[in-house]
């Protein structure tokens, strides 16, 4: 398919729905150059699918390193006592500062 078809292809209407959901007011020198974007977009697309893709497995993600998980570890402590031993100041279990504004 050649870009100028795929450009013919690109209407006044499809230009509009595409800014609108871009959000993008487009005036008649953009809308052209969207159209002429859009276009080498499609064409370049068109050109993939020319490719023989037979005997090649779907990527689902460019490397393949697995996903590693941590064991889940539950347990009724809340970490508070370990926390609070990197306070500077502590007072009944919880984090002092100093006061931010005068009374």
Known sequence: ????????????ETIDNVSILAKLE?????????RCDLGRMLAYIEKMNELDTDGV???????SVPNVFREDDPSDRDG?????KN???????????????DR
């Open 1 to 12: 398919m050649s870009d100028d078809r795929v450009i013919k292809e690109i209407d006044d």
């Open 26 to 34: 487009l005036d008649a020198e953009e809308r052209e150059t969207a």
């Open 57 to 63: 497995e779907p990527l689902s993600h460019p490397n």
């Open 80 to 84: 508070t006592e370990d926390s609070l």
């Open 87 to 101: 306070a500077p100041l502590a007072k009944d279990g919880m984090y002092q500062v100093p006061p931010t504004f």
